[in-house]
């Protein structure tokens, strides 16, 4: 077997990585499209997958990668580590700002938080919540996602969903309530 890529990375010979990188990366950018990836994610991440195997080859010189396997064991990298991108890009709850336009009319909450400019303080009150509170609010108030959305997405029960969904506004209230700034009709 040859292990001609694996030993530009070890003896970091430029040219030989330069033809690597030609070779490899319009295979990968491909390659990662079939998955969803757009144009600067397939960029980003084929530089991501050459540092990870550049350490990888550097800390370990006797990893047996062949040049036939040597696009598949990138191409893996890169998938997983744009995946894991993902995955935590789904989970980010999307912040409140001033420009926040609308509100959904039925909850009176976000109606006076609007209109009385209490954007701080709601962002300091809405914070003390937990991750799971703050994101099934998010969903359900301002995306007005359907249980069932929300039970995927958090990957949880949709009846128990409901009852959290009770607990949480009822203890941004009285967080709010607690508040001079702040009042609630």
Known sequence: MDFEYRDAFVNRDRLLIKKIIT???????SFLKKYGA?????????????????????????KEVPNS?????????????????????????????????DAPNDDSILKDLIKKEAHDTFMQKFRK????CQQLLWYRIVEEKRYREIAQLMDK??????GQ????????????????????K
């Open 38 to 62: 757009n144009h600067l994610e397939c960029k980003e991440f084929f530089q991501i997958a050459l540092k990870a195997i550049s350490e990888n080859f550097i800390f370990d010189t006797q």
């Open 157 to 162: 029960n949709e009846e128990s969903l409901r």
């Open 69 to 101: 396997k040597f696009f598949n064991y990138m191409a893996t990298i890169g998938l997983n580590k744009w995946r894991t991108y993902c995955k935590q890009k789904s989970r980010e709850i999307p912040t409140l700002d001033s420009s926040f336009p």
């Open 165 to 184: 969904l009770i607990r949480c506004k009822k203890y941004l209230k009285k967080l709010l309530v607690g508040d001079n700034n702040f009042q609630i």
């Open 23 to 29: 070779e490899a990366q319009p295979k990968f950018y």
């Open 129 to 132: 919540l937990g991750a799971d």
